[in-house]
Structures are given as C-alpha cells and as structure tokens.
C-alpha cells in the first residue's frame, strides 16, 4: 500500500484511495465541460488540450486501479496535475486574478501533485511498483 | 493579455511545472540517495512470487 491508501480498507480487492477517487470525479467534470466549452474560456484551443488532458488523467486513474499498476497512477495524477496547471495558468494570463478558476486551479494542482508524491513515495522508501505484496 | 500569448505561456508553465514535480519525485523522496542500489538488494523472486518473508537464517 502508498501513503494514499485508507489503511486496511479494500473495494474489489483494490486499495480505497480518496483523493484518486476525488480526482477521477473531477476530471470526469473537466472533460465534459472542456470539451463542451462550457468553460469560461471554452472557445479557445487551450479549452480543448484541458479536456485532452483530463480525458488521459482519467483514463489512466481508472486502468490503473482496475489492473492494478502503480506506475500508470502515478501518470495519471501527473496528467491532472499538468492539467490544473495548465488550466490555471491560462485562466490567470486570460482572466487576471479576479476569476474562480484560478484559485480553484490552484488548489487541484496542489492535491493532484501532493497524491501523486504520496503516491510515488510509500512509507517504507521502497517504490511500490518494486513489490507485488505489502510488508507487514 | 492576448489569448494566444496566453496559451503559449501556459503551456510553458505546464511543461515546466510537470518536469519539476517529476525530478523533485526523485531528488527528494525518502529513498532519493539509495534508490539504485536497493533497487538492486530486491530479489525478482520477492515480486515474482509475491513472497516477502523475512530472512532469518543468518540469525
């Protein structure tokens, strides 16, 4: 298990892992509004490489808790730590500081790129990936 | 700001920002100093078969 893990709690025999949860719901969010362009920027390109990237995020995020693979998780929590970013820091140079979308790109940024060192840095300083069962 | 400054831009951000977070993944995780070579202490049989039992022969 990673430091994102509930401790001792399984669903389907997988790991129970919030904050992916959290983001697999918002990046299904992300992806239907981007690509609608129902965002406050939507007609622009930058609308749709949002939604690209939040469509890879949630690909990933869900494969690699149906199959099991640490490694494509952490990609995942990658992607939608680029796609916080990336939306972000458009909304801020677009937008200017007054707008929503900015702190609450920021706040998403900072839970994808926090999962995804939870993730990639387990407790015992082994990566996960290396292993097949937990140390007890 | 024109928009299509603006895109440039964040897309720089983006790229940036991604690259940071991956490389801090590796300089400053717990086992940032030591990573090859405990790489290198783990047996494929430990993976292979899931079996992860304490060695304690020696003792």
């Not at chain 1, 920027?41 to 869900?62: D, I, P, R």
């Not at chain 1, 149906?66 to 992607?79: D, I, N, S």
Request: hydrophobic share 50%; proline share 3%; no cysteine.
């Amino acid at each position: 298990m990673t430091k994102g893990d509930l401790d001792g709690w399984t669903f389907w025999g997988r790991p129970v892992k919030p904050v992916g949860a959290a983001l697999v719901v918002l990046m299904m969010k992300d992806v239907v509004f981007n690509a609608t362009e129902n965002s406050p920027f939507g007609h622009l390109w930058v609308s749709h490489m949002v939604a690209l990237l939040a469509a890879v995020a949630l690909l990933l995020l869900l494969y690699s808790w149906v199959a099991k693979v640490q490694r494509v998780l952490e990609f995942g929590l990658m992607a939608a730590f680029a796609m916080y970013v990336l939306r972000g820091s458009f909304a801020l140079f677009y937008l200017g500081f007054g707008a929503e979308v900015v702190y609450a790109s920021i706040g998403g940024a900072i839970i994808a790129g926090g999962a995804y060192l939870l993730e990639a840095w387990d407790r015992l300083g082994v990566r996960v990936r290396d292993l097949t069962i937990e140390r007890h | 700001m024109d928009p299509v400054l603006a895109q440039a831009l964040a897309g720089l951000i983006t790229a940036i920002s991604t690259a940071i977070l991956l490389w801090s993944a590796h300089r400053w995780g717990p086992n940032a100093h030591d990573n090859d070579s405990r790489r290198q202490e783990l047996p494929h049989d430990h993976a292979d078969h899931g079996n992860y039992e304490e060695d304690d022969s020696e003792t």
